[in-house]
């Protein structure tokens, strides 16, 4: 079985400043990871996926999350955030050879960016 | 191109009663999956159709079932519904066996229990 654990349920941060969104998960066999965005009313959507090669995964949108076997994370990271960042962030695994719509998520992460 | 699209996006409904969710796949795609998001929790996986057939199912009981149709679109649902019920329910549709093709998520439908 698979779980997925997301650090913290807040992150408050300004304008501009870097932030980190963090998540471990555990595993008996190897997963894809994925980080999921959802804005107030609406759906999920992709932010960006690890499924194999280079560790370093970046979206379009700035972006980068880093994968860790050793430690099991996959944390969130943007060098500087923009307002429009405000959202919920969600990790998600799934197991290697699965559908990939067989997701397990973590609790999520609400981000605040503060003017 | 229309994305994936699920209606009704709000319903009420009682203690007991039965409802029926619907959920019309991103064109081209052949996958349905469901989800349930409680208030302040990370989305859990109900279970995924594919070729009208259940494929693969998460930890919901008997009172949870779904179709497929040949169009590829599906219905979620739920009889004997609880208090616990309340929730965002979302449909997600991709390509089987297309690891590379993000999963799409619908905007969902949010089910309160009265």
């Known amino acids: 079985a698979q779980s997925v654990t997301q650090l913290d349920s807040q992150v408050p941060v300004f304008e501009e400043a870097p932030v980190e969104l963090r998540c471990n998960y555990s595993?008996?066999?190897?997963?894809?990871l994925f980080w999921y965005v959802q804005y107030p009313n609406q759906g999920l959507q992709l932010l960006l996926k690890?499924?194999?090669?280079?560790?370093l995964v970046e979206s379009i949108n700035g972006f980068e999350a880093e994968f860790n076997k050793s430690q099991t994370s996959f944390h969130l990271r943007k060098p500087s955030v923009h307002i429009s960042d405000t959202a919920e962030y969600f990790c998600a695994v799934s197991p290697l050879g699965g559908s990939q719509g067989n997701l397990i998520f973590g609790k999520g992460t609400k981000l605040s960016v503060k003017p | 191109d229309a994305g994936v699209t699920q209606s009704p996006t709000h319903l009420i409904k009682t203690r007991g009663q039965q409802v029926t969710l619907r959920c019309s796949p991103k064109?081209?795609?052949?996958?349905v999956s469901w989800y349930q998001q409680a208030l302040g929790q990370g989305p859990q996986f109900i279970f995924q159709y594919y070729e009208e057939e259940e494929r693969q199912r998460g930890n919901f009981p008997d009172r949870f079932s779904g179709h497929q149709f040949p169009n590829y679109s599906s219905e979620l649902n739920v009889n004997a519904l609880l208090l616990g019920d309340s929730a965002l329910y979302l449909c997600a549709s991709s390509t089987q066996g297309a690891l590379n093709q993000p999963q799409h998520f619908g905007d969902g439908t949010r089910l309160s229990i009265l």
């Open positions: 690890y499924l194999s090669g280079s560790t």
């Open positions: 064109s081209g795609h052949d996958t």
């Open positions: 595993s008996s066999v190897s997963v894809y």
